[in-house]
C-alpha cells in the first residue's frame, strides 16, 4: 500500500487533481475496468471509494486519481511517494460488461475522465469503434487528453469558456455525434448534472447508455447502505450492483439530494483543517 509515484495533474485555479501509483499486487491482478477501491488515508479516517484507473500487474501497481475535494480526498492529495495508505481493498464493484458493441461513444467529464480511461482502452481492445468526448471548464482542468487520444478512433475535447478545444459541453458534441451517426453503445463519467443531462440525450436517439454512479459510500461492501440508488423500480447499492448502471432508469433527483447531504460537513471540516 506503498505510493511508488505520484504526479499532478492539476495543481491550479483553486483545484488540485493527484494521479497515484500505488503498490498493492493482488488488487492489480485481479482489477478490471469499471472496478473501484476503497481506502483509507489514515488510521481514524474516512473511507473514499476511486476508480482503478491503470492494473500494472507485472509491477504490483495500481493507479488511480483524486481530486482535493473534501477532507479525506484532500489528505490523499497531499500525500507523496514513499508515503504509506492506512488501508486499501478492492477490486470492488462489477466490472464493465466490454464485448464487441460496435459503435461506442464514451463521454467525461472533469474528473470523471479518469473513469472512462480504463472502459476506453477495454472497449478498443474488443475491437469497438471508440468515440470520445471530454469535458472541463477550462484548459488547464483537463487531464488524460493525450491518452485518451492515443486510444480514441474520434475524439472531441470541450471547454466551457472556448480556452482549448470547441466551446461548449459535451452534451453539445454527443448531439452532434449521434446525429451523425448511429451508435450502439454510450458511457459518461462526471458530474450527476452532466451524467443526467447525457441520459437525457441519448435516450431521444434511442442510445442505451451506462453511468458509472459515484454515490456516497462506507464500507463498499454493501453493509452500510449509504450509495442506495433508485434504478427503474428497485434499490440498488452503487457498491455491489453497480458503480454502472443503465441511465434512463436512474432516479437523478433522488442521487443528486444523496450526494449532498453532508456538503456543509466537507465545508466545516475542510476549514478547521486550513485553520
Known sequence: MRIVSKEFLVDGHGMRIAKLAVKSPE?????????FVVLMVEEKGERIPLTIVEADASNGLITIIVQAAGFTSSLLAGMNEGDTLYSIVGPLGHPTDVKKYGKVALIGGGVGIAEIYPVAKAMKDRGNYVAIIIGARSKDLLILEKELTGIADEMVVMTDDGSYGRKG??????????????????????????????????????????????????????????????????????????????????????LSIRNGIYAEQEKHICRLNKA
Open 169 to 254: 459541453f459535451v452534451t453539445d458534441a454527443l448531439k452532434q455525434l449521434l446525429g451523425r451517426e448511429k451508435y450502439d453503445l454510450a458511457y459518461a463519467v462526471g458530474p450527476i448534472p452532466m451524467m443526467r443531462a447525457v441520459s437525457d440525450l441519448s435516450k431521444s436517439f434511442a442510445v442505451v447508455t451506462l453511468v458509472s454512479l459515484n454515490a456516497i459510500m462506507v464500507d463498499g461492501t454493501g453493509m452500510c447502505g449509504c450509495c442506495r440508488v433508485k434504478v427503474g423500480n428497485d434499490m440498488k447499492f452503487s457498491c455491489v450492483d453497480g458503480p454502472e448502471f443503465e441511465a434512463w432508469q436512474v432516479d437523478w433527483q433522488e
Open 27 to 35: 488488487i492489480a491482478s485481479k482489477a478490471k475496468a469499471g472496478q
